[in-house]
């Protein structure tokens, strides 16, 4: 693909989005609500069924019952499912398994380790899976045995499952996931690799600095991770090594390792990894910027915003603002001199997220620049900074600007800037609870980008209770990422939040009766 082909499309895809935002300001309704599942529809059909084929399907169904939704003292799905993990049918008794590891039955466990004695390495596999989601401590010594499973796929899951359990973990899982480390195959590895790195500890360094020499490039990238999520420095050298050649897959899990590292030596390294060809790579490479926060690699980063890929450079004003410091805004309002449409808009949108009050005149003269990307982020930029000037402003956008998409996201900013709070993240916060969706929905997106800890709660609820499906959509993937974030930094301690994530229900026919 061309370079005005690439440009064409990051504006076409950008137009997209932002009229996705726009839509909500009119009256969406909600199809979260309209696909909810009844249990009390389900299970007296699921009691009368009598075949594997009539039972599994409705068991599914059930896996879209939020068990928090029950009013107490109706019909219990888990007390019904669970005798349905004792069914003969080895396929209904993992689907029944499945559930009610979905809804943290831990008394599901004695059943699940039954099944993993099962002759189908499907049947095993689904088990294996359940034990994981539950990780229950009580499962270990058969988890263990399964690591030695003739199949492949089942030994894998295994050893992730082994990384699920709940802390303590034992030495003896541990031995057994360095054995593994030995599999023939590579996909056992690399799940061994990944479980060191959630359950091990600093002694495990040695050992998988040892297996970043392993022929497959996708065990040694598991292995790079694992060693960031373990966190000790000593592994720096090694990690460092394997940028600026070889494999994308390799490279990207040594750019993640070196940003949880948490070294800013590494800063030179991954900053000639942001030439790299490979648009993922550049991505991990832009996220262990943000995270090591070193201003140094601020230039390098920027360059990133003439990249054609939409959604990195969607992402750089939100790196650039975790390095943001005040002394640097005279460099970065001299870029807003550039001939690049994409590197104005970045400057821009990163000195709002940064909440430059001081660049606020430059942010209102970009209300004028002639192109309406910029003009959008100025837009953006103004509604976090607020006040009666850029209110005024955002409203004369509204009425005159020639682009329909500026105009509508000028309101909806007007809206923003309105909101009293002191702070980017405050009048985010507040505009969670906004009466217009559209100003709801920014504030999500916003707050997904710059994923600060105090928003977590609020875009859960958010993602729980709005009256709006795109703003729960938009809300959940936030906490997601936010989850899954903390559970890089301590699995254990994240458990119970990452399995809190909302399930869409799925649509069925045929239920009504």
Same mark, same amino acid.
């Given at each position: 693909m061309g370079k005005q082909q690439g440009r064409r499309r990051m504006e076409i895809v950008g137009g997209v989005i932002l009229l996705l935002l726009l839509s909500t300001a009119h009256g969406c309704r909600n199809p979260k609500r309209?696909?909810?599942?009844?249990?009390?529809?389900?299970?007296?059909?699921?009691?009368?069924?009598?075949?594997?084929?009539?039972?599994?399907?409705l068991l599914d169904f059930l896996s879209s019952v939020d068990l928090d939704d029950i009013t107490p003292g109706t019909v219990d799905p888990v007390e019904t499912v669970r005798p349905y993990l004792d069914s003969p049918n080895p396929a209904v008794a993992a689907k029944a398994g499945d559930l009610l590891a979905h809804w943290d039955d831990r008394r599901a466990t004695p059943g699940l380790v039954r099944l993993l004695g099962a002759s189908d390495a499907v049947i095993r596999?689904?088990?294996?899976?359940?034990?994981?989601?539950?990780?229950?401590?009580?499962?270990?010594?058969?988890?263990?045995?399964?690591?030695?499973?003739?199949?492949?796929?089942?030994?894998?899951?295994?050893?992730?499952?082994?990384?699920?359990?709940?802390?303590?973990?034992?030495?003896?899982?541990?031995?057994?996931?360095r054995q593994r480390l030995d599999d023939p195959q590579e996909a056992v590895r690399a799940s061994a690799a990944r479980a060191l790195g959630r359950a091990g500890s600093g002694a495990d360094v040695p050992v998988l600095v040892d297996r970043l020499r392993d022929p497959d490039a996708g065990?040694?990238?598991?292995?790079?991770? &694992? =060693? @960031? *999520? !373990?966190? %000790? /420095?000593? $592994?720096?050298?090694? #990690?460092?090594?394997? +940028?600026?050649?070889?494999?994308?897959?390799?490279?990207?899990?040594?750019?993640? &390792? =070196? @940003? *949880? !590292?948490? %070294? /800013?030596? $590494?800063?030179?390294? #991954?900053?000639?990894? +942001?030439?790299?060809?490979?648009?993922?790579?550049?991505?991990?490479?832009?996220? &262990? =910027?943000?995270? !090591?926060g070193d201003p140094a690699a601020?230039?390098?980063?920027?360059?990133?915003?003439?990249?054609?890929?939409?959604?990195?450079?969607?992402?750089?004003?939100? &790196?650039l603002s975790r390095l943001y410091d005040p002394s640097q805004r005279e460099w970065f309002l001299a870029r807003l001199a550039d001939p690049e449409a994409n590197v104005r808009a970045a400057v821009v949108f990163t000195l709002g997220l940064a909440n430059e009050q001081a660049a606020k005149s430059q942010l209102l003269d970009a209300l004028k620049d002639p192109d309406h990307k910029v003009r959008l982020s100025a837009a953006a930029a103004l509604g976090l900074l607020g006040g009666p000037d850029v209110?005024?402003?955002?409203?004369?956008?509204?009425?005159?600007?020639?682009?329909?998409?500026?105009?509508?996201?000028?309101?909806?900013?007007?809206d923003l800037a309105g909101i009293q709070a002191d702070g980017v993240v405050p009048r985010l916060l507040q505009a969670l609870d906004h009466p217009e969706p559209a100003v709801r929905l920014s504030a999500a997106v916003a707050l997904g980008g710059l994923e600060p800890p105090e928003a977590l709660e609020p875009l859960r609820r958010a993602a729980e209770e709005d009256d709006e499906a795109l703003v729960c959509d938009v809300a959940q993937a936030a906490v997601d990422r936010m989850n899954d974030a903390e559970f890089e930094k301590?699995?254990?301690?994240?458990?119970?939040?990452?399995?809190?994530?909302?399930?869409?229900?799925?649509?069925?026919?045929?239920?009504?009766?």
């Open positions: 309209e696909n909810e599942i009844d249990p009390a529809l389900i299970i007296p059909r699921l009691a009368r069924a009598a075949s594997p084929a009539e039972q599994i399907p596999f689904s088990a294996v899976s359940s034990l994981a989601v539950l990780g229950d401590p009580a499962a270990a010594p058969a988890l263990m045995r399964s690591t030695n499973d003739p199949d492949t796929n089942v030994r894998a899951q295994a050893c992730f499952a082994l990384g699920q359990l709940r802390r303590p973990i034992s030495a003896e899982v541990i031995e057994v996931l065990v040694v990238s598991a292995t790079a991770r &694992a =060693l @960031g *999520r !373990l966190g %000790d /420095r000593s $592994a720096m050298g090694p #990690l460092t090594a394997l +940028l600026g050649h070889g494999d994308q897959a390799t490279r990207s899990g040594a750019a993640f &390792a =070196l @940003g *949880r !590292l948490g %070294d /800013r030596a $590494a800063v030179p390294a #991954l900053v000639r990894e +942001l030439e790299a060809p490979d648009p993922v790579l550049r991505g991990e490479v832009l996220k &262990a =910027l943000r995270l !090591l601020v230039p390098g980063m920027l360059e990133v915003a003439r990249d054609i890929e939409p959604l990195l450079v969607s992402y750089v004003p939100y &790196a209110i005024e402003a955002l409203q004369q956008t509204a009425n005159a600007d020639p682009d329909a998409n500026v105009r509508g996201a000028a309101q909806i900013n007007a301590s699995p254990a301690k994240a458990r119970n939040v990452v399995r809190r994530k909302r399930f869409t229900p799925r649509r069925g026919a045929g239920l009504e009766q």
